[in-house]
């Protein structure tokens, strides 16, 4: 019955996942990827305060902040506030199909940083696994041109960037023993106000009243990725990990998003889904896969 449960709490995160690169491009029409962020944090704090509030949580969270303040100012810096600004750039310069799917190679960016950081050795099997996973963002990030005319190497930067700030994260996290929410409730809180001070800092040589203008859509769009981006869904898919008694058929579950959000990418926002795309991605997932094994 608990497996049954954790199914469904992944398959509910994953779709709601899949959605959110298409959200990222509709809310960036709006909204300057920093007002995304800011809007999109808030809203997942507000979320995390409302499931602790239910949850009746709140001494151990003040525990937490309280012993650990330097760490989560940190980890605030680099998530939400570091890491959604690249990401929510890369999206701006790039199509959707391309970002989502170089963003999905942050567990080879760990596990490469994961040498380094944790003194861990990579094998045989490890290394080809990344080399295939890196020929895929190859192959999308040019569309197969030699020529590299038409590749956007800023864009295609950002994104590995935010795969590395991503990875940094998570690794940072190994020997964190405090529990889940309660700590994504601090890296928030952190985070949020970092990003209050970007902004104050933004809107000093904000010459065209960028924040004075917002419009109902792009905030309801930032509330979007807030919600179904980082605060639901972080607790349905850590909810689902806590109840599966097979944590291996949870986790493969993830592979169904990218290619999900590639159909919503065509419907939705009307991009044409290049082969290149569906080649380089199956190549990320398969080495992501051999890697996991």
Not at 157 to 166: C, D, Q, Y
Not at 262 to 286: A, D, K, N, P, R
Request: charged share 10%; hydrophobic share 55%.
């Amino acid at each position: 019955m608990d497996q049954r449960k954790a199914i469904l709490y992944a398959l509910a995160a994953v779709l709601l996942w899949s959605t959110v690169a298409t959200a990222f491009k509709l809310a960036l029409r709006y909204l300057t990827p920093l007002q995304l962020l800011t809007i999109a944090a808030l809203t997942s704090l507000l979320t995390f305060t409302l499931i602790l509030s239910v949850q009746q949580r709140w001494r151990e969270v003040w525990q937490v902040g309280r012993n650990r303040i330097g760490f989560y100012a940190l980890q605030g810096f680099i998530n939400p506030a570091a890491y959604y600004w690249v990401l929510f750039a890369a999206y701006d310069q790039l199509p959707a199909q391309q970002a989502q799917a170089i963003n999905y190679t942050w567990a080879i960016t760990m596990s490469l940083l994961a040498v380094p950081f944790l003194h861990q050795k990579l094998t045989a099997k490890e290394l080809f696994a990344m080399l295939l996973a890196y020929v895929g963002v190859f192959l999308i990030a040019t569309g197969g041109n030699w020529d590299f005319a038409q590749t956007n190497w800023v864009g295609i930067g950002l994104a590995l960037f935010s795969t590395l700030l991503w990875a940094s994260y998570w690794l940072i996290n190994t020997k964190n023993t405090d529990k889940p929410v309660p700590a994504l409730f601090w890296c928030f809180a952190w985070g949020s106000g970092w990003l209050v001070i970007f902004n104050l800092m933004n809107m000093i040589t904000d010459t065209e009243s960028t924040y004075v203008n917002l419009s109902w859509q792009g905030i309801g769009a930032g509330i979007y990725v807030g919600l179904f981006e980082m605060g639901i869904t972080f607790f349905l898919w850590l909810t689902a990990m806590r109840l599966a008694t097979k944590t291996a058929q949870i986790s493969t579950l993830i592979f169904l998003s990218p290619f999900i959000s590639l159909i919503l990418i065509y419907f939705i926002l009307g991009e044409t889904i290049q082969i290149t795309t569906l080649v380089g991605l199956s190549l990320i997932c398969v080495g992501l896969y051999r890697l996991r094994e």
